[in-house]
């Protein structure tokens, strides 16, 4: 036996034993890397608290491109990891390939639908949530501007700057939003430098709170507002102890829940349209010793009432994704 | 639009432009020596990570910034054994070592600092403070004059005015000095050079460490001058934005100056869309403005306004004898 055979033979056992083990849950990260502070790393605190818990182990790969979104995906469902977890809307249309073909794997896709019957949905109000903060912004506001700075400009982000809108102008009808977008391509999740540009040509169109929904551009959005001295809202993940007391709050998206419980359910989970709101608690505001002097009873009493009626259905924040307009913002 | 906001774009300009213009004459010192570098945007973001890693551990941004300039020696030094030594294809060495920088600074910091990647919020003397130049503030009653020369030309980080300085120490060398002219000449006509007995690899290899240098400072500028920190990716394609200026200048240091400044106006406009309705009356979609430097750089290319020609050696590996 020569010694290239010994080496295709082991690494056939190798693979064959991976084939053979347990199905283990398995989750896809996007783009912005694992550690993003922000939507990814809220997936991974997900996931790893699932372990902690359970001390079982899951699998895991961080996308390097848009190429490798099917190929992963087969690869985890060949090798057996059941559920397999995605977080992120651009895997809607591999997953739409790949799902057909493994009907006894259950996926779970994150901020997108695919509809078939082994694939569960999850979507998050993310206007609701935007709605509360962006209330919060303009209570904060002294200049009767707030800003709005995206990542890449698609339309789950234009819903993020729809509901914040929608919320500043509850509480002030006379305040002005700024908006601005941070490219078109998948480098503006990851541009810093760019985001502390627009934090300053917002604050000199006069904007006093900047909200950012801009994955790791966020990062460079937070700290030029915290080095300007104007207040500054996190997304997705808890940011306010990135610049304890210049961090009004952080717009809650419990994406963790989502993973959590989908490796909880395990195999077989159940299937469909999965609907995470203020209701059950999959979005909010967050409130901790980093923020708690900058948010006044007030300001509490007010978002909070506004939950409420969210919740009971007497206010209705709308969508922009449910017919890509806004009434509160024109891009 | 008003003077206040004209300044306001202007400043945010010079901003943008610095970084574009560091690595645009890198590239300058570069390919005037018949190395093409590609590999500008890797380098800028080794130097990145570097910098903003060890002025958080040292609590000292000149120690970070020479570490961010050791980063991308380092690369510069690979380049130069893949292209020089070992006359390998140097667009391939450019590729390899912007691959290179994207995975190997995410893993070490995440493996030093376990923040995902990112190194660290720099605070207080671990990140370059904006310097007031003198009399700013006594001349700012002066009306126009003054506030250009408080909010415009002071009040930058240091490393703004050594890219500015940079240019005239730049053409300086490259047209006054006879370093300059024998650098120039291998990047035209490497054999000449030989023959005259001046070494062709040793002038290639002090170009490429001047372009490391310079990348280097680009680089640590955007960690530690624009923003206090690193995050992966951040370089976010300037490397070859100023490719593209390197290009639109026709391989000229003032010409660099006024393309980078071009190209930076374009970014800094590109935050204010209100700016361009008050002024024009439409509203122009700001990916345009994105795109607009490598329009340009197209055009430029195919010589519809003057004619950009390289270094006629560029690219070449040099061979002794064949």
Same mark, same amino acid.
């Given at each position: ?239 306010? #102890? ?77 969508? #922009? ?11 | ?40 945007? &890797? ?97 700012? %009653? =002066? ?14 980080? %240091? ?37 005259? &007995? ?17 990348? &280097? =400072? ?28 390197? =290009? ?20 800094? =406009? ?53």
């Amino acid at each position: 036996m020569t010694l290239m055979q010994k080496f295709l033979g082991a690494a056939a056992g190798l693979a064959l034993s991976a084939g053979a083990a347990a199905a283990e849950p398995a989750i896809i990260f996007d783009l912005g890397g694992k550690f993003d502070k922000s939507f990814n790393e809220a997936a991974y605190n997900g996931a790893t608290r699932w372990a902690e818990e359970t001390g079982e182990q899951f699998r895991e790969i961080e996308l390097q491109s848009d190429a490798q979104r099917e190929q992963a995906l087969r690869r985890f469902a060949e090798a057996g990891a059941n559920p397999i977890v995605m977080a992120g809307f651009a895997f809607a249309s591999a997953l739409g390939e790949v799902a057909g073909d493994y009907p006894d794997t259950s996926f779970v896709i994150i901020d997108m639908v695919v509809d078939a019957p082994n694939v569960r949905s999850v979507v998050f109000n993310e206007h609701e949530g935007s709605y509360l903060v962006g209330k919060m912004a303009a209570m904060a506001s002294e200049s009767n501007t707030v800003g709005f700075i995206g990542g890449m400009d698609i339309p789950l982000i234009r819903k993020f700057a729809c509901g914040y809108a929608q919320g500043v102008k509850a509480a002030n009808p006379d305040a002005t939003v700024v908006a601005n977008m941070t490219g078109t391509t998948p480098a503006a999740w990851n541009d810093p430098v760019k985001g502390g540009e627009l934090t300053r040509a917002q604050i000199s169109q006069g904007a006093d709170v900047v909200y950012a929904a801009a994955g790791g551009t966020g990062v460079g959005v937070l700290q030029t507002a915290a080095d300007e001295g104007i207040l500054s809202i996190g997304v997705d993940s808890n940011q306010n #102890y990135l610049h304890p007391g210049k961090v009004l709050t952080s717009m809650m998206k419990r994406v963790d829940n989502a993973v959590y419980n989908a490796f909880k359910d395990g195999p077989g989970l159940s299937t469909g349209f999965n609907v995470m709101g203020l209701a059950n608690e999959g979005v909010g505001y967050a409130l901790d010793e980093n923020n708690a002097a900058l948010v006044s009873d007030e300001m509490k009493a007010a978002v909070d009432d506004a939950a409420q009626k969210i919740i009971s259905g007497e206010i209705t924040v709308h969508d #922009y994704m449910s017919d890509e307009s806004c009434p509160a913002l024109s891009f | 639009m008003d003077f206040v906001t004209l300044l306001q774009i202007l400043d945010s300009t010079l901003r943008l432009a610095t970084p574009l213009l560091l690595a645009c004459l890198a590239g300058l010192f570069s390919e005037r020596a018949g190395i093409f570098d590609i590999g500008l945007e &890797g380098k800028m973001l080794a130097a990145a990570f570097l910098s903003a890693a060890v002025a958080a551990v040292s609590g000292n941004v000149w120690v970070g910034l020479l570490a961010g300039i050791a980063a991308s020696m380092a690369l510069s030094i690979i380049h130069g054994l893949a292209s020089i030594t070992f006359r390998g294809n140097q667009l391939i060495s450019g590729v390899a070592i912007n691959f290179l920088a994207a995975g190997i600074t995410v893993l070490v910091s995440q493996s030093w600092f376990k923040q995902g990647g990112r190194t660290p919020s720099l605070e207080g003397p671990a990140r370059f403070e904006s310097w007031t130049l003198p009399l700013a503030n006594t001349l700012e %009653p =002066i009306p126009i004059l003054g506030p250009i020369y408080k909010e415009l030309i002071s009040g930058h980080t %240091p490393l703004v005015y050594v890219a500015l300085l940079a240019v005239p120490f730049t053409w300086y060398v490259l047209f006054r000095t006879r370093f300059g002219l024998r650098l120039r000449a291998v990047g035209e006509n490497p054999a000449a050079v030989d023959t005259a &007995g001046v070494s062709v690899v040793g002038l290639r290899y002090a170009a490429v460490a001047i372009c490391g240098v310079l990348c &280097g =400072i680009a680089g640590a500028y955007l960690a530690t001058g624009l923003q206090a920190g690193f995050v992966k990716d951040m370089s976010a394609g300037r490397g070859f934005i100023a490719l593209a200026a390197l =290009i639109f200048a026709k391989w000229r240091p003032w010409y660099a100056l006024w393309a980078c400044l071009l190209f930076g106006l374009f970014s800094a =406009i590109e935050t204010r869309p209100d700016v361009i309705e008050a002024l024009i009356g439409v509203k122009v979609q700001v990916q345009l403005l994105g795109a607009l430097p490598y329009i340009m750089t197209v055009v430029i290319l195919a010589g519809f306004v003057g004619k950009a020609i390289p270094p006629r050696a560029g690219g070449e590996p040099y061979v002794k004898e064949r």
